[in-house]
Each structure stands twice: as C-alpha cells, then as structure tokens.
C-alpha cells in the first residue's frame, strides 16, 4: 500500500510523547507513514511548512492536523472532528 493515502505522524528519536503517541496509535490498528524529522531535512521542513513548528509528535491527515500533542491532547482535537475519527477508526 502507497504512504500517500496514510495519516503522517512526525517524530523524533528519543521523544517520550512520540512513543506515547506511536504506541496508541498501533494498538487502534492505525497505519501511518512515520516521518522521523531528525533524520531527513525534507521531513523537518515539511513538518514546520505544515504547522509553523518544530516540535513533535506532530500528526497530519487530510486537513486534520495536531502539533506537538500528547495522547489526551489529541483525543481532545478528535472530538471537534468526528469524520477523521470515524475515518481512522478510532473508538470512542
């Protein structure tokens, strides 16, 4: 399956929230295209193009886009959007 269609969570090596945020996401069965921005400029720059910063983990799908968030932070982002969560799948 092509990345292009997978949400994008930026991360970065080492980030206690990036793991946080990657282990959620794989016990909701989300696959996502996991762009490490320390790893490639390309990354980094998509990343603050994105959303102005640099801090991560920052998630990004469609138009549904949070930045530097803990998993609580992004539930709560979740509810103002009930068509991403519908579409990603996750439980309530």
């Not at 790893?39 to 886009?65: C, E, H, I, N, R």
């Not at 932070?73 to 309530?92: D, M, N, V, W, Y």
């Amino acid at each position: 399956m092509s990345n292009q269609n997978l949400p994008i969570l930026y991360i970065k090596a080492g980030c206690p929230w990036c793991h946080e945020a990657l282990s959620f996401f794989s016990g909701q069965g989300i696959d996502l295209d996991i762009q490490d921005v320390n790893k490639s400029a390309k990354y980094m720059s998509d990343m603050v193009t994105l959303t102005g910063q640099t801090k991560t983990p920052t998630f990004s799908f469609d138009d549904f886009v949070v930045a530097d968030f803990d998993v609580s932070e992004f539930l709560a982002a979740l509810k103002e959007s009930p068509q991403i969560r519908q579409r990603l799948g996750i439980k309530e």
